[in-house]
């Protein structure tokens, strides 16, 4: 039975056009240049290839470079997100239609969760956020990310369902048993000018990659589709 749904926050809430996820990375640009001293070119190198290797550019920084994981966060996102997204009433309406717990599920930080979900006003959807803090930098797509939510939430695996647009971050949740959907918006699926390199993004173009057990193309598509899929009998992975 299924008991709550796992919510990744950005580019899934609101959609990759907005354009508040590229002045992220740019911030992260500018972090890495005053820090190390880097050209443009070289920190945006430095910036994607950890994002690649260690999932998220701060797990890079922590491992490589040994950095203050706070100062950090506080800098890249220190941007107005009133600028690039704004309140999303059908947004409320389909969340408050699922009938199951929802929690937020994110590699940024809680207080840019917060703001986010203000500014989509649906912050009192959700029930708690499991941030980049609480994966104590652990971040998806590590298993151990999920684990910890698992735990925190006094849960299994298939008591849940994961809603993502990046398809890396399946993979480890249908390992514990989560149930998966997969955000694939056809409008950014050429991200070949993106800040950061999703190995999956060409295949979202195509097909509904086999960790996903169901697709949708707008976020508004959810509640449906989680009705679905905590219906249906369990399928399980690989
Ligand atoms: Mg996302």
Partial sequence: MIRYILFDLDETLYPATSGLMPAIGE????????????????????QKRYFNQYGTTLRGLMLEQKIDPQDYLGFVHDVDVAQFIHPDARLRE?????????????????????????RLSVADEFEQIFDIVFMQFECKPARGAYERVLEKLGVRGDECILVEDMARNLPAARELGIRTILLMDPRTADQTGAWFLDPAAEARSRECPSDANMCIKEIYEVADTIQKLANAPVRTSK
């Fill in 27 to 46: 911030r992260m640009r500018i972090y890495l240049q005053e820090r190390y001293h880097l050209d443009a070119e070289h920190a945006h190198a430095l």
């Fill in 94 to 118: 389909v969340l408050g239609s699922i009938p199951f717990e929802k929690v937020i599920v994110t590699n940024a930080d809680a207080p840019h969760a917060e703001r986010v979900l203000a």
